[in-house]
Nanobody, 117 residues
C-alpha cells in the first residue's frame, strides 16, 4: 500500500489546513489510520488516529483543534487542523497499522506544515 499526503503549506497562526492521505489500496483492511508529525530535532509523535469501529484518539496538544476522519469509499484519510500554532510546525506523516496504532506498517512520504507567528 502506498500512502500519499497532500495539503501541507505555510499558514499564519490561527489559520487552518486540511491534510489528505490517499491510499493505493483499501484502508478498511487496517485497524488504524493515523497522522504523526516530526518537528526538527524532535522525535516523531502520534497526533491523531482513526480506529476501526469509529473510535478516534488525539494527542493532548491538539485536542479540540484537530479532527481526524476517513472515507473508506475513497481510501482517503483527512486531518482538519484549526487554530494552528507555531509549535504545530512539522512534517506530517500518514500511517497505516494492521493491528496496533503504534506499530505502523506503512508510512507516507510526509507533507510540510509551517505555521508562522
Amino acid at each position: 500500500v502506498q500512502l500519499v499526503e497532500s495539503g501541507g503549506g505555510l499558514v499564519q497562526a490561527g489559520g487552518s489546513l486540511r491534510l489528505s492521505c490517499a491510499a493505493s489500496g483499501s484502508i478498511s483492511s487496517f485497524n488504524a489510520m493515523s497522522w504523526y508529525r516530526q518537528a526538527p530535532g524532535k522525535q516523531r509523535e502520534l497526533v491523531a488516529g482513526a480506529i476501526n469501529g469509529g473510535k478516534t484518539l488525539y494527542a493532548d496538544s491538539v485536542k479540540g483543534r484537530f479532527t481526524v476522519s476517513k472515507d473508506n469509499a475513497k481510501n482517503t484519510v483527512y486531518l482538519q487542523m484549526n487554530s494552528l500554532k507555531p509549535k504545530d510546525t512539522a512534517i506530517y506523516y500518514c500511517a497505516a497499522a494492521k493491528i496496533l496504532i503504534n506499530r505502523v506498517d506503512y508510512w507516507g512520504q510526509g507533507t510540510q506544515v509551517t505555521v508562522s507567528s
